[in-house]
Nanobody
Framework: VQLQASGGGLVQAGASLRLSCRVS????????MGWFRQAPGKEREFVAA????????YIADSVEGRFFISRGRPKNTAYLQMNSLKPEDTAVYYC?????????????????WGQGTQVTVSS
């Protein structure tokens, strides 16, 4: 199983970015797709998650109202729409999948992780 995150970049505060995550390989089951981020010197932080059906989502309080997660068709793709970006959103963003489809925020429940994509927001 491989996860490929893309869409990161350098933007000014207030701008928008859309991250994509594509899952490939033999996944064999339904799964939640989640987004996490990690800034230099900080722990990995939950951002958003979406169920296999797309009917259940979970967004971190720190990005609620600015970030939106969605599932693509086919369902092996997820998107993270990031609006009104702030310098504190600067981090490497990772996508991950949970085979138990729990839509959870704990990194420990996720089974596979992508390599990350850098998002840098300048003030």
């Amino acid at each position: 199983v491989q996860l490929q995150a893309s869409g990161g970049g350098l933007v000014q505060a207030g701008a928008s970015l859309r991250l994509s995550c594509r899952v490939s390989g033999r996944t064999g089951s339904e799964y939640t797709m989640g987004w996490f981020r990690q800034a230099p010197g900080k722990e990995r932080e939950f951002v958003a998650a979406i169920s296999w059906s797309g009917g259940s989502t979970y967004i971190a309080d720190s990005v609620e109202g600015r970030f939106f997660i969605s599932r693509g068709r086919p369902k092996n793709t997820a998107y993270l729409q990031m609006n009104s970006l702030k310098p504190e959103d600067t981090a490497v963003y990772y996508c991950a999948i949970d085979y138990l489809d729990r839509v959870a925020g704990a990194p420990s429940v996720y089974d596979f992780w992508g390599q990350g994509t850098q998002v840098t927001v300048s003030s």
